[in-house]
């Protein structure tokens, strides 16, 4: 498989890995805009956030609410993002919610 998420997932390319569920993958991103920047996945390719069912955002979002506890930004705040497409910034077609805090935004 091409997709560099999913190469993550399967375990062929190393990532810091912060919190997995059965369903979610969250590791560190490699090019950090924050103290705290960390990208939640599913698990399953998705290409495009747009293209994520109920079931899996609830299943993002519940992880990024234990990453932010886990990393120590719940309560000062933290911002959630996701690009969607080429003209947005989307660099990796594999539906990714960017979790940044740490400071202020």
Same mark, same amino acid.
């Given at each position: 498989?091409?997709?560099?998420?999913?190469?993550?997932? /399967?375990? +062929? #390319? %190393?990532? =810091?890995?912060?919190?997995?569920? *059965?369903?979610?993958?969250?590791?560190? @991103?490699?090019?950090? *805009?924050? %103290?705290?920047?960390?990208?939640? #996945? %599913?698990?399953?390719?998705? %290409?495009?956030?747009?293209?994520?069912?109920? @079931?899996?955002?609830? @299943? !993002?979002?519940?992880?990024? *609410? +234990?990453?932010?506890?886990?990393? /120590?930004?719940?309560?000062?705040?933290? $911002? !959630?993002?996701?690009? =969607?497409?080429? @003209?947005? /910034?989307?660099?990796?077609?594999?539906?990714?919610?960017?979790? !940044? /805090?740490? $400071? $202020?935004?």
């Amino acid at each position: 498989m091409s997709c560099l998420f999913c190469r993550i997932v /399967g375990g +062929e #390319i %190393p990532a =810091t890995v912060v919190h997995e569920t *059965k369903t979610t993958l969250a590791f560190r @991103d490699i090019q950090p *805009k924050a %103290p705290v920047h960390v990208l939640l #996945i %599913p698990r399953e390719h998705v %290409p495009n956030a747009v293209d994520l069912d109920g @079931d899996q955002l609830g @299943d !993002l979002f519940a992880a990024a *609410k +234990e990453v932010a506890e886990a990393e /120590g930004v719940a309560e000062s705040g933290y $911002r !959630l993002l996701f690009n =969607t497409g080429p @003209d947005s /910034g989307q660099e990796v077609f594999h539906a990714h919610l960017h979790l !940044l /805090g740490g $400071r $202020r935004l």
